[in-house]
C-alpha cells in the first residue's frame, strides 16, 4: 500500500507542467493582493478600522507556513515570468497576452522598495511600519509616491484579472460568473484606491508634532542610516532583476542566432502553402510569424485542441508528444501518432499537414468570445421528438398543407422546448432535437427536460383540437430522452456552420424515441435521467433494452401518456422541499 501510494505521488508530481505552477503562484499572490485591497478599502471608514484590518491581514500571511508558501509563490512566479520573456519567440498573439507579460514584468520593480521598506526593516532592525508610518511618508514626506502606489496598485489588479480570465473563460460556469467577477473587478480596486486617498486626508488632517511624536519615531520608522542601508538593498535587487530580464533578451536573440545557424526547415500546410522558418519554432508559432492564419483558441497553451495538425507522411521522425500535449489528444480521444497539437510541435525536418479545424472558423489571433462554439465538453440531457405518420399524413394532401401542419407541430414542440429552459437544436424532417443543460445542473436539466415532454403532449394535444377538422386521426409523437458528456460546439463548413452536440448520449436519446414504437407509449428515458431528476424507482415501467451501438443492455423508463411526467417531477421537488 505504501509503495502504491510513493508511486501515486511519483505520478502525480510528474504531471504537474508549468503551466500548472504558474497558476497556482499567481492565485496565491492574487489571493493576497485581494486581501490587502480589502484593506486598504476599510480607509474609508477609518484610521481605526484600517489599524485592525491589517493586525488581520498580517496574522493571516505572517502565519509562518503561509509566509513560506507566500514568498515561495513570489519567487516562482517572477521566474516564470522572466522564462516566459525568453521562451515566447514572437508577439503576435491577441493583445491581451503580452500586455499581461509586460504588465507582470513590471510588478516586482515597482513594488520592491515597498516591500523592503516595510517587511525587510521590520526583519532586520524590528520597524513597525504600518499605514500611519506608510501613509505619513506617501502623503506628506513624499507625495510622488502617491502615484507610483496607484500605478503598481492597476498593474498589478489588471495582471491578475487577466490571468484569471485566461484560465477562466474556457469553463462551463464562466458565462454566469462573469458579470459577477466583473463587478468584483472593478469595485474591489475602486475601494482599495478611494480607501487609499481617504486615509491619506485623514493623516494629513492628524499631522501635528504630537501625532509625529507618537508615530514616526525612530523605533517605528528607523534611522536615516537603517533607511539608507534598505535604499542600497533595494538597488541591489532592481539591479539583479534588471540583470536576470537582460540575460532573458540576450538569451533570446543568442537562440536565434543558433537556430539560424542550424539551419531552416520548411512547412507545408497541404493547401500549396509554404514557409521557411528556423529550426525549433513550434507549427502555430511558425504560422503566426508567417501571417498564416491559424486556429488557436487558447493561445498556444495546450489548453485546447483547436491548433490540431494531421501529418502527412512519415511521422515517426517527430519528437514524442509532451506530457500536456498527450493529455489533450487523450482528451480529445485519439490515438493517432499523426494528429498533433501545433503548439507544441517542433519539427527537426521538412514537415507536410494539414489543420484539422479551418482557419475561417477562427483566426490565429483572434480569439472566440464563446468557447462552447469552438467545442466543449460537458453533460447535456438530449431530447428527441418525432411526429408520427407525417408519411401517411402527406399521402392526400397538397404540399403546402402538409407543410404547414408539420410547421405547426413542430412550433408546438419548440414552444414547449423553451417554455421549459431548453433550446431547440436540430430539424430534421418531421422531427426535432432539443438540449437541456447549456445553462443548468445536471439536475436541473434532466427535470426541464421531463416538464418539456409533459408540455409537448399538453401542446400537441390543443393543436389537434385546433386542426380536429382537417385531420383524419390526431396526431401522435414519440420522444426519446437521455443525458451524458456530449461535444458541443459549431459544426459545418463556412457559412453553414450550426450548433449542435456529438456524442454518444445524443445517438442513444434518438434510439430511445425509436423505442417508443415498440413499448407503445409517448416517452422512454433512461434510468440515469430519471434518477438525476430524482423521481422514485417505482413511479414508472422499468424495461431491460438492447441499443444499437451498445455491448450491455440499458435500463429504461416508459411513459405510456407524457402529461404525467409534470406532476411526477412536481411532486419529487415538493417531498425535496
Known sequence: MAALSKEQLTAFLRGISLRQVRLASGLILFAYLVSHFLNHALGNISLEALATGVYLHMGLWQFLPITILFYAACLVHTALGIWALYE???????????????????????VIAHIIGVRLGQTLYGHEKLYPQVLFLYWIWAPWRIWMMLAVMTIAWVHGCIGLYLWLRMRAFYKRAAPFLLAAAVLIPTLSMLGFYQSGRMVIDNDSVEWRAETQSQRQIGTPAEAQALERITDYFLFGYFGL?????????????????????????GNGRTVRVPKGLSVLEASLRNNVPHASVCGGRARCS??????????????????????????????????????????????????????????????????????????????????????????????????????????????AVIESGGRPNQFVGDGMLALFGLSTSRQEACRQALRAAAMIAVNVDDLNKFLEHDLREPIRFGIGINGGEVIVGDIGYRDHMVFTALGDPVNVAARLQDMTKSLACEVVISDEVRATAGLAADVLPQHEAEIRGRNEPMIVRAITDAGTLSALVNEQQSAAA
Open 88 to 110: 515566447r519567440r514572437q508577439f503576435r498573439w491577441k493583445a491581451i497576452e503580452p500586455l499581461q507579460l509586460a504588465l507582470g514584468l513590471s510588478v516586482p520593480m515597482l
Open 245 to 269: 530580464i537582460g540575460v532573458a533578451l540576450v538569451a533570446r536573440g543568442v537562440r536565434a542566432i543558433n537556430e539560424r545557424r542550424r539551419g531552416m526547415i520548411s512547412l507545408s500546410y
Open 306 to 415: 483547436t491548433c490540431r495538425i494531421r501529418i502527412i507522411g512519415d511521422c515517426s521522425a517527430l519528437p514524442e508528444p509532451s506530457q500536456r500535449e498527450a493529455f489533450v489528444l487523450g482528451r480529445v480521444g485519439t490515438s493517432d501518432p499523426s494528429i498533433r497539437l501545433a503548439c507544441q510541435l517542433r519539427p527537426p525536418t521538412d514537415l507536410s499537414f494539414f489543420q484539422l479545424f479551418l482557419p475561417h472558423t477562427m483566426s490565429a489571433d483572434g480569439h472566440e468570445s464563446n468557447p462552447t462554439r469552438i467545442g466543449q465538453e460537458r453533460y447535456l440531457v438530449s431530447l428527441f421528438v418525432d411526429m408520427r405518420g407525417s408519411t401517411k399524413l402527406a399521402e392526400k394532401r397538397l404540399p403546402f398543407d402538409t407543410v404547414f401542419i408539420v410547421n405547426r407541430f413542430l412550433g408546438a414542440v419548440s414552444q
